[in-house]
């Protein structure tokens, strides 16, 4: 069953496409303008209430929350392409801890930092300056608790790559290349080769080269 992944030139969805070539599963992607309000459509909150992207179907099987989707098929998939959680009980809980870092503490910042710096520039959104400060203040504290965390480690979770690493990858991504922000990731050694380490992987090239577009 091939598995249908809508909404694939977001951030979030990104996320899940990462893990599904990671994992050798076969997929389609069904596209979802968010510019043109496809993910408020009638038939789309069918399946996504919440109205964001994305949402997988999988026979059917309808799954939403880009972390939730990364989790089944990292599990589902177990014996099967690159292991992204760990191989013990120990390695398991750091995945899930550095996974809950990034949606609580790296994310929200991130994110404001997209809806106020980038937005503005892609579609005349408002940019307000006091939230482009705060967030930055916010995620320099969060960096330089990554900075410490890899200088002791090759990735976050341990010296193996993990779904924790890989939710990071679309909005770093945002960060260093669409913001002229990446100074937050250089100025920090361990966290700037992490970056190369992640972002040069053959997964990442793939959906940046097949979904480049992107909010
Ligand atoms: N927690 C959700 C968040 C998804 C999300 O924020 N998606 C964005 C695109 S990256 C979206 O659909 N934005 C449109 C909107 O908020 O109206 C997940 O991880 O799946």
């Not at 520039?121 to 939230?131: E, I, M, R, Y």
């Amino acid at each position: 069953m091939v598995v249908k992944v809508y909404g694939p030139h977001c951030a979030s969805t990104k996320r899940v496409l990462v893990c599904l070539v990671e994992k050798e599963i076969e997929f389609e992607v069904v596209p979802v303008d968010v510019f043109k309000g496809q993910h408020k459509d009638p038939e789309y909150l069918k399946l996504q209430p919440f109205g964001v992207v994305p949402v997988i179907k999988d026979g059917d099987f309808t799954l939403y929350e880009s972390r939730a989707i990364m989790r089944y098929y990292a599990e589902k998939y177990r014996s099967q392409g690159v292991e992204l959680l760990g191989r013990t009980i120990e390695e398991r809980g750091l995945v899930e801890q550095w996974l809950e870092v990034e949606a609580h503490n790296f994310h929200p910042p991130a994110y404001n930092l997209v809806i106020h710096v980038l937005f503005p520039q892609l579609v005349g959104a408002t940019s307000d300056p006091k939230v482009i400060e705060e967030s930055e203040t916010k995620l320099v504290h969060v960096l330089n608790i990554y900075e410490e965390r890899l200088s002791k480690s090759k990735y976050l979770a341990g010296d193996f790559f993990s779904l924790a690493d890989i939710s990071h990858i679309p909005f770093l991504d945002y960060i260093v290349n669409n913001m002229e922000k990446g100074y937050l990731i250089r100025d920090r050694k361990s966290v700037s080769a992490w970056w190369d380490d992640i972002s040069s992987r053959p997964s990442w090239k793939k959906v940046l080269q097949l979904y480049r577009v992107s909010i």
